[in-house]
C-alpha cells in the first residue's frame, strides 16, 4: 500500500509565526507532490504542487521536497488566523497513472 | 465562469435507496475523479475517467456505479449495496498540459437517515 502519512495535530502557531507542515511517503518513485487547503465543511483547494528537490516559494507559502528522505513540507511564513484550516498533502505514486494519495491532513489553528 | 460543479449541496437519502450526485465541468478536462471523505480521515479514491466512454475502479468502488458520456459529466451513483454511504463526495479532474494537478469541485455531503 502506497502510503502518504501527515501529523494530524491540532498544530497551534501564534499569528505571524511560521507555521511548518510536514508529509512523509511511502513510494520511493513518487515524482509529483501537491499541498491544499481544506477549510471546515468546504472543498480543497491547491497552495503549491512541487516535483523537484529543493525549495518552491509563493507568496507566504513555501514547499519543500527532499527525494532522499521521503519527505515534504510546507512552510507558511507571517501566519494568519485565516491560514487555520486542514492541509492535505498528496503525491502521485508510480503506476497509477494521474491518480493522486492524499494524507489524512493536518489541522493548522493559528491563534491571535 | 470556468469551473467544476457538483449537485446538489446536501443529499439525504433513506435506506435502501440509490441517489446520483452530479459533476459538471466546462474546463475542458480529460480525467475526472470521484473521492469519498469521512471525518478524521483522508481522501479515498472511488472511480475514475481518463477519456470519455472509459472509467476505472479507484479504492473503494464496491455500491458505487459511475458513467462518461460526456466529456463534461462524470456522475455517480451511490447504490443501496453501499453500507456506509454517510460521507463527503468530492469530484475533481485534471487538464492536459497540467501534468496530475486536480482540482476539486465544492462537494455534495449525503446523509443516510
Known amino acids: 500500500q502506497k502510503e502518504v502519512e501527515q501529523n494530524s495535530g491540532p498544530l497551534s502557531v501564534p499569528e505571524g509565526a511560521i507555521a511548518s507542515l510536514n508529509c512523509t511517503y511511502s513510494?520511493?518513485?513518487?515524482?509529483?507532490f501537491f499541498w491544499y487547503r481544506q477549510y471546515s465543511g468546504k472543498s480543497p483547494e491547491l497552495i503549491m504542487s512541487?516535483?523537484?528537490?529543493g525549495d518552491k516559494e509563493d507568496g507566504r507559502f513555501t514547499a519543500q521536497l527532499n527525494k532522499a528522505s521521503q519527505y515534504v513540507s510546507l512552510l507558511i511564513r507571517d501566519s494568519q488566523p485565516s491560514d487555520s484550516a486542514t492541509y492535505l498533502c498528496?503525491?502521485?505514486?508510480?503506476?497509477?497513472?494521474?491518480?493522486?494519495?492524499f494524507g489524512t491532513g493536518t489541522q493548522l489553528k493559528v491563534e491571535l | 465562469d470556468g469551473g467544476i460543479t457538483q449537485s446538489p449541496k446536501y443529499l439525504f437519502r433513506k435506506e435502501g435507496q440509490n441517489v446520483t450526485l452530479s459533476c459538471e465541468q466546462n474546463?475542458?478536462?480529460?480525467?475526472m475523479y470521484w473521492y469519498r471523505q469521512d471525518p478524521g480521515q483522508g481522501l479515498r479514491l472511488i472511480y475514475y475517467?481518463?477519456?470519455?466512454?472509459?472509467?476505472q475502479k479507484g479504492d473503494i468502488a464496491e455500491g458505487y456505479s459511475v458513467s462518461r458520456e460526456k466529456k463534461e459529466s462524470f456522475p455517480l451513483t451511490v447504490t443501496s449495496a453501499q453500507k456506509n454511504p454517510t460521507a463527503f463526495y468530492l469530484c475533481?479532474?485534471?487538464?492536459?498540459?497540467?501534468?496530475?494537478?486536480?482540482?476539486f469541485g465544492p462537494g455534495t455531503r449525503l446523509t443516510v437517515l
Open positions: 474546463l475542458n478536462h480529460d480525467a
Open positions: 513510494d520511493r518513485g513518487s515524482q509529483s
Open positions: 475517467s481518463q477519456i470519455v466512454n472509459d472509467f
Open positions: 498528496a503525491a502521485r505514486p508510480t503506476g497509477g497513472g494521474n491518480k493522486l494519495t
Open positions: 475533481a479532474s485534471t487538464g492536459q498540459g497540467e501534468a496530475d494537478t486536480q482540482y
Open positions: 512541487i516535483y523537484s528537490n
